[in-house]
């Protein structure tokens, strides 16, 4: 464990196993993963197409359950809990940022923002107004919040998604190929953004093929056929600020 990370461990995997069904077999795609990631940490999950990268991280998230072992997240075994705990849950405890945006169409940004607000009933409606207009600002975008996601470009829209899966104030943030629809330029500014969020206390977890950037992730994980054959401390870890410090950013 490196030493500059001494909290309470936000995610915890034990043993965890996953097989699925493939016609008449029975395919193993991880094979009894255990780690660990505190509060404060920026990893990366990296290792060929079809190893388990994004199933794992599915699991992390509570989309994807386990066919054996412990997944521990923010405190709670979510393996044990009800599909509508695990939404309740996920809710208010992980923002997931995705490849392809997954922006509403149909609803502007400043609107897309508000929406995990509103299912979670957190904040009132002017709080979350004023809140996704914040968060707006925070990635550049305050002067594009009534447009819809296809009137901005693509980078625009990670950002947006960004805001977006910052909108319930989780500590954990979870990206799959977060920058993988993104040209160079703009992933090196997304990337630069996760930074900063981490920076300020975040926990990210994101899997990614992009090598330069998983070159820059503090933390990388690597998996090869369902086992993680390398944990290893790339770089020194950004201090994570006061909790306190945080919420007067965000």
């Known amino acids: 464990m490196n030493p500059e990370h001494r909290t309470e461990p936000i995610i915890q995997i034990k ?10 077999r029975d395919v193993t795609i991880l ?3 255990s780690f660990e990631v505190n509060q404060g940490e920026f990893v990366s999950i990296v290792g060929p197409s079809g190893n388990g990268k994004s199933t794992l991280l599915n699991m992390i998230t509570g989309i994807d359950r386990p066919s054996a072992g412990d997944i521990i997240v923010t405190g709670r075994e979510i393996h044990h809990m009800s599909e509508n705990k695990l939404a309740a849950w996920r809710g208010q405890q992980v923002g997931i940022i995705f490849q392809f945006f997954q922006m509403l169409p149909a609803l ?14 957190k904040y009132t409606p002017k709080e979350r107004r004023a809140r996704a207009m914040h968060l707006l600002e925070l990635v550049g975008l305050v002067d594009q919040a009534d447009k819809l996601p296809s009137m901005v470009s693509g980078g625009q829209q990670q950002r947006a998604a960004i805001a977006r899966a910052l909108a319930n104030d989780p500590p954990l943030l979870v990206g799959d190929e977060p920058t993988g629809n993104l040209d160079s330029r703009t992933a090196g500014e997304i990337f630069e953004l996760f930074s900063q969020l981490v920076e300020q206390g975040r926990t990210m977890i994101m899997v990614t093929h992009d090598k330069d950037l998983a070159q820059r992730v503090p933390r990388r994980l690597e998996i090869i056929d369902g086992h993680l054959v390398r944990d290893e401390y790339r770089l020194k870890l950004p201090q994570p600020a006061l909790r306190a410090q945080v919420e007067s950013e965000v």
């Open 15 to 24: 043993n965890v196993v996953k097989n699925f069904t493939v016609g008449d």
């Open 31 to 33: 094979k009894g993963i």
């Open 108 to 121: 502007s940004l400043v609107k897309n923002i508000i929406l995990p607000m509103d299912f979670a009933k």
